[in-house]
């Protein structure tokens, strides 16, 4: 435990340049600091300093085999940090660095902690584009491991209210830069060819952005949804079968990514995840809804601007647009936090179409949900 978390509070007058160099020292000094992020905050730590990496799973509560993403400010820091790669790799750098991609690539002995790894021999690189992210970690002069701010298991957070939440007086320190942007966690993905990149993780990079780079994307099986290894062409959306399976998740053991394995981003109530036609959707959440009343249960729905006038429920949460999935994505898991705060026992929340960045949202909700998928 730590005894105080200093929060810097960098949208203030003067607070950016102290934030930077207070919190970028606290982390040459083997300390955890959480800083925002594009996608969301990260908790953060000297990627080379194991007892520095330990003290994020400590705080975290998080599983040791589960590995860590290492963020960078520069790309003249990867040759110290993995061996020789390919040149689809390079051109995804070009193209979406800095930005929500993660790379999973082989690392250079030595190079991190073996805790930032989980033992394995490749890992995970991003450069976030945010500039107090960017800055702070060109001021530590060093990579820093950072997984999402909160407590395993909890929805990632968005602003620094949620991080304060979590891990006050767990941490070091918190800068608080306002809120995330893109919402969702950063797309992870592993060169699968020549001209192919498989995902790993869903996130703020869409497998059509990625298909404007690589000839061939892949999901990944272990991703569970169901689905075996497809190429996704222009246009094309993957099968709707989306039932989480943990027997094949337990089977490909140590997770190669963050966010391949357990269950993630759940709010304290029972929450089920609705597919189907949207008539059926309602009427189903509507009768779920009363039942659930007449057990004497707080009700929640998570729904989206089109559709929120057809439920009554303790609360109706509108997360965002069905014609604008990048809203409901930034939108998402400040809701799910926001059942929290209300009170709610059972949450439905429905789904969405399964392209762009609804991929991402459908894999969030679904692992939300503990894997609790309803179809109607």
Not at 49 to 75: C, M, Q, S, W
Not at 128 to 147: Q, V
Not at 303 to 328: H, N
Request: glycine content about 10%; charged content about 25%; hydrophobic content about 40%.
């Amino acid at each position: 435990m730590t005894a105080n978390t200093k929060i810097w509070r960098a949208l203030e007058p003067g607070g950016r340049e102290r934030a930077i160099a207070e919190a970028a020292r606290m982390l040459r000094d083997g300390g955890i600091v959480a800083f925002p992020t594009e996608t969301v905050y990260g908790l953060g730590a000297d990627a080379a300093d194991t007892a520095a990496v330990e003290r994020i799973f400590a705080a975290k509560g998080r599983p040791a085999d589960n590995p860590l993403i290492v963020h960078i400010a520069d790309t003249g820091q990867l040759d110290a940090l993995v061996l020789p790669y390919g040149e689809l790799a390079s051109r995804l750098m070009e193209r979406f660095w800095p930005g929500p991609l993660t790379l999973v690539l082989p690392v250079r002995p030595g190079a991190v902690s073996p805790r930032v790894t989980a033992g394995l021999d490749t890992v995970a690189l991003r450069m976030p584009h945010h500039d107090l992210a960017l800055r702070l970690i060109a001021e530590a002069g060093r990579p820093i491991a950072a997984p999402s701010a909160n407590s395993s298991g909890r929805p990632s957070p968005t602003e620094a209210a949620h991080v304060i939440d979590d891990l006050n007086g767990r941490i070091d320190g918190i800068v608080d830069g306002g809120p995330t942007g893109v919402g969702v966690e950063s797309t992870v993905v592993e060169i699968a060819g020549p001209g192919s990149v498989r995902i790993l993780r869903p996130g703020g990079v869409t497998a059509e952005q990625l298909r404007e780079t690589a000839d061939e994307v892949l999901l990944d099986p272990a991703l569970g949804l169901g689905l075996p290894s497809v190429s996704l062409q222009p246009g094309e959306e993957p099968s709707a079968s989306w039932r989480e399976n943990e027997a094949a998740e337990a089977a490909h053991g140590a997770p190669r990514s963050p966010g391949m394995k357990y269950a993630h981003y759940a709010p304290r109530g029972v929450m089920e995840l609705v597919q189907g036609e949207p008539s059926a959707v309602r009427a189903y959440i509507l009768e779920a809804v009363e039942e659930a009343r007449r057990r004497g249960e707080r009700t929640g729905v998570l729904t989206y601007e089109e559709r929120a006038a057809g439920y009554d429920a303790d609360a109706v949460i509108v997360c965002g647009s069905l014609a604008r999935l990048e809203t409901a994505a930034r939108r998402l898991y400040g809701s799910l936090r926001e059942f929290d705060a209300r009170g709610i026992d059972r949450i439905w929340a429905e789904a969405c179409p399964q392209t762009g960045i609804g991929l991402a949202l459908l894999n969030r909700l679904a692992k939300a949900a503990a894997h609790r998928i309803v179809r109607v």
